[in-house]
Antibody
Framework: QLQLQESGSRLVRPSQTLSLTCTFS??????????WSWIRQPPGKGLEWLGN???????DYNPSLTSRVTISVDTSKNQFSLSLSSVTAGDTATYFC??????????WGQGTMVTVTS | DIVVTQSPDSLAVSLGERATITCKSS????????????LAWYQQKPGQAPKLLIY???TREFGVPDRFGGAGTGTEFTLTISSLQAEDVAVYYC?????????FGQGTKLEIK
């Protein structure tokens, strides 16, 4: 069964860096047909695509966050990670990881709520 | 960047009746080389991750009931639930994955009338 699971800090202080990891199980993350993405959802609001990465390490980011976001992949651990710097209260959200491809986002993690608070 | 706009923002439909949600894109989502539209529909229930219903504008994901149907091409698309069931109460999102940054519609909240 193919699964994604997010992990990481759930409380982050303003101006600090948010760090999350997504672990893929059931297959290798090195499949060339897929991209690995982070998507977030502020409480009560819609979905925002943050960026994605391919197993080769090529990443693409939302221009609204480019200066603050980094996505990396560790194929040896079957994981990919999100780093979001200089966080503010506006970055409080549920963060989802997902697998993308020709069939859009067919696999999602359950999501992890991250709160930015002092 | 491609802007995706859904309508309506909320919708109340009687059980057994048809529900239709519209999604419009600021640019064509039709990829000329394979004649596919890179538009997906998702269903999200409270406390859950979005669930893929439709990809390539009209291809139903495995396991999705056939009362869910997607149509449209280019810049205008629809999601239709042919006979609303109680378990279909949710928020529905369309998403373009034609070009990055991929973008979602604002969501349509579907309720029972």
């Amino acid at each position: 069964q193919l699964q994604l699971q997010e992990s990481g800090s759930r409380l982050v202080r303003p101006s600090q860096t948010l760090s999350l990891t997504c672990t893929f199980s059931g297959d290798s993350i090195s499949g060339s047909h897929y991209s690995w993405s982070w998507i977030r959802q502020p409480p009560g609001k819609g979905l925002e695509w943050l960026g994605n990465i391919h197993f080769s390490g090529t990443a693409d980011y939302n221009p609204s966050l480019t200066s603050r976001v980094t996505i990396s992949v560790d194929t040896s651990k079957n994981q990919f990670s999100l780093s979001l710097s200089s966080v503010t209260a506006g970055d409080t959200a549920t963060y989802f990881c997902a697998r993308g491809g020709e069939a859009a986002y067919s696999i999602w993690g359950q999501g992890t709520m991250v709160t930015v608070t002092s | 960047d491609i802007v995706v706009t859904q309508s309506p923002d909320s919708l109340a439909v009687s059980l057994g009746e048809r529900a239709t949600i519209t999604c419009k894109s600021s640019q064509s989502l039709l990829y000329s080389s394979n004649k596919r539209d890179y538009l997906a529909w998702y269903q999200q229930k409270p406390g859950q991750a979005p669930k893929l219903l439709i990809y390539w504008a009209s291809t139903r994901e495995f396991g999705v009931p056939d009362r869910f149907g997607g149509a449209g091409t280019g810049t205008e698309f629809t999601l239709t639930i042919s006979s609303l069931q109680a378990e279909d109460v949710a928020v529905y999102y369309c998403q373009q994955y034609y070009s990055t940054p991929y973008s979602f519609g604002q969501g349509t909240k579907l309720e029972i009338k």
